[in-house]
């Protein structure tokens, strides 16, 4: 395998020195295994555009309304403890990274149908920013392949390939140091995994599983673990396949991940920056948790990047780490489960067009998010 970062004998530091690296564990998910099995009473149907969102600070995932009424039927279901990123198949199930295991969700009945165990072993299960287990996670474009950034506290990250139809783990390959972020080529023949403590990127072969790292650090790696310069989450470029990783509202590294050079565009919001989103015309949504020195920065914000290179910043209220974009393009939805301290139980609903933002509860902590598509079932009643 290509190389990774080594593994360092000091502790694990966040974005910034001073993070707690070591979390106390926590007690296992309540769920057993009759709750794979969760049935709800009746039928309901829920709204298009309904959100479902991972509980970074519980075990849970949650259905929300993004215009803030009520879901019908059952609105949270157990999955397995802080889950992370989550990505939704063609066929309704979410597929969702948790500290235990990946966890299947499927949408429609509202139940977990599967918790795959990870084939690394990353310690005690914990809670919180430095917790192992999974992180990003991306399905292939046939959906036959979940692929899940493992972080293994103290060392180099595993990133892991759960079979769909099987749910069994089916290859393992070492990428960098808490993999925030896990994409996959528009051909599903690479998949890259963003590690956030190691400046890089690592690229992986979907059929060989050989890897190669590439360094992405536009402001170097000095600080090393307790540097705020890292990367955080990419986006796969429609265009040309680029990589896409923005840092600090002022540069954009743009990563040609087959010959691994990196190209530094210039940004404009001036705050340190977290998770993104590309649509298909190639507009990219980068979310903006705040200065990392507020006598030089700018608050939280959420930047739309025209293809062209142009920029809006519309500002925030509080941190806030993932965004999702609704299909029309019109809407982006900004979850208020910052992974530092600032987080809140919500998320910022912008509209694109107008730059109005408006707050609605949703779930604890929440993180990750997919948008649900149109009619489909589910069932009434409270799980």
């Known amino acids: 395998m290509g190389a990774v970062a080594t593994a360092l004998t000091v502790v694990l530091a966040g974005c910034a020195p001073g993070g707690d690296p070591s979390p106390a564990p926590a007690a296992p998910s309540r769920h057993s295994p009759a709750g794979d099995a969760q049935e709800g009473g009746g039928t309901a149907r829920t709204p298009q555009g309904t959100l479902l969102v991972t509980d970074f600070g519980a075990d849970t995932v949650t259905f929300v309304d993004p215009s803030g009424r009520e879901v019908p039927g059952r609105r949270s279901v157990q999955v397995g403890t802080a889950p992370y990123g989550v990505v939704l198949g063609a066929d309704g199930t979410a597929w969702v990274a948790t500290a235990e ?3 299947a969700v499927d949408t429609v009945r509202r139940k ?9 072993d990353t310690g005690p299960v914990t809670t919180g920013e430095y917790r192992g287990g999974g992180m990003g996670i991306a399905l292939s474009p046939d959906g036959g392949t979940v692929y899940v950034g493992v972080n293994v506290p103290g060392g180099a990250g595993v990133l892991e390939a759960v079979d769909t139809e099987r749910r069994t783990v089916a ?5 960098g140091r808490r993999p925030f972020d896990v994409d996959v080529s528009r051909d599903g023949r690479q998949v890259y995994a963003t590690g956030h403590d190691s400046f890089d990127v690592t690229v992986v072969d979907a059929a060989t599983w050989r890897s190669r790292r590439i360094e992405v650090a536009p402001y170097g790696t000095e600080g090393g673990l307790g540097s705020w310069l890292k990367p955080h989450y990419a986006a796969v470029r429609p265009s040309d396949g680029a990589l896409l990783l923005p840092f600090e509202g002022e540069r954009l590294a743009v990563v ?8 530094i565009e210039r940004m404009t919001a001036g705050t340190h920056q977290h998770g ?6 190639g507009t990219l949504f980068v979310v903006g948790t705040g200065a990392v020195d507020p006598a030089v920065g700018r608050g939280p914000s959420l930047t739309v990047r025209a293809a062209d290179g142009a920029e809006r910043v519309i500002p925030l209220d509080g941190p806030h780490e993932d965004v999702a974009v609704s299909a029309d393009g019109r809407t982006a939805y900004v979850s208020g489960g910052f992974t530092r301290d600032g987080h809140w139980d919500g998320l910022s609903v912008v509209d694109v067009a107008t730059g109005e933002v408006t707050r609605v509860p949703a779930g604890t902590r929440p993180l990750g998010m997919v948008v649900l598509g149109a009619g489909a079932p589910g069932p009434a009643g409270e799980g």
């Open 171 to 175: 290859g393992t390959a070492p990428v």
């Open 256 to 263: 040609a991940p087959d010959t691994g050079r990196v190209r």
């Open 101 to 103: 295991g990946v966890a």
């Open 276 to 281: 993104v989103a590309v649509t298909a015309d």
């Open 112 to 120: 977990r149908t599967a918790l795959v165990p990870y084939a690394t």
